[in-house]
């Protein structure tokens, strides 16, 4: 299970720190991922890390601004978002997969899902 949790409104320029919190089984053996979607639109990949934290993940629209960050002891994974823009108004979703892969981590294949924290950026 997968609780996502920190969306907010912030002015453009600012910054949030989403937080994902895992049960259910043991995060170190998960693959954990953020998404975000536009109604309408596919889901998109923002940001990803491997089990052991060693590997990061970033789409080239937020890579600079967005950091992706966990704690295995904690069972949490967090996406610190900085110098948000308009275009980065949507809907968060976290992601869990214990068995994808580096060629498709992009891909929004993950077997579980959180359930959306919403991010709205004001210009």
């Known amino acids: 299970q997968l609780q996502a949790s920190g969306g907010g409104l912030v002015q453009a320029g600012g910054s949030l720190r989403l937080a994902c919190a895992f049960s259910?089984?043991?995060?170190?053996?998960?693959?954990m991922g953020w998404f975000r979607q536009v109604p309408g639109n596919d889901r998109e990949f923002v940001a990803a890390?491997?089990?052991?934290?060693?590997?990061?993940y970033y789409a080239d629209s937020v890579k600079g601004r967005f950091t992706i960050s966990r704690d295995n002891a904690g069972n949490l994974v967090w996406l610190q978002m900085n110098s948000l823009s308009p275009e980065d108004t949507t809907v968060y979703y976290c992601?869990?997969?214990?068995?994808?892969?580096?060629?498709?981590?992009?891909?929004?294949?993950?077997?579980?899902w959180g359930q959306g924290t919403l991010v709205t950026v004001s210009s």
């Open positions: 890390i491997k089990r052991s934290g060693g590997s990061t």
């Open positions: 992601a869990a997969d214990a068995g994808i892969i580096t060629s498709t981590i992009r891909s929004p294949n993950y077997a579980y």
């Open positions: 259910g089984g043991t995060f170190s053996r998960y693959t």
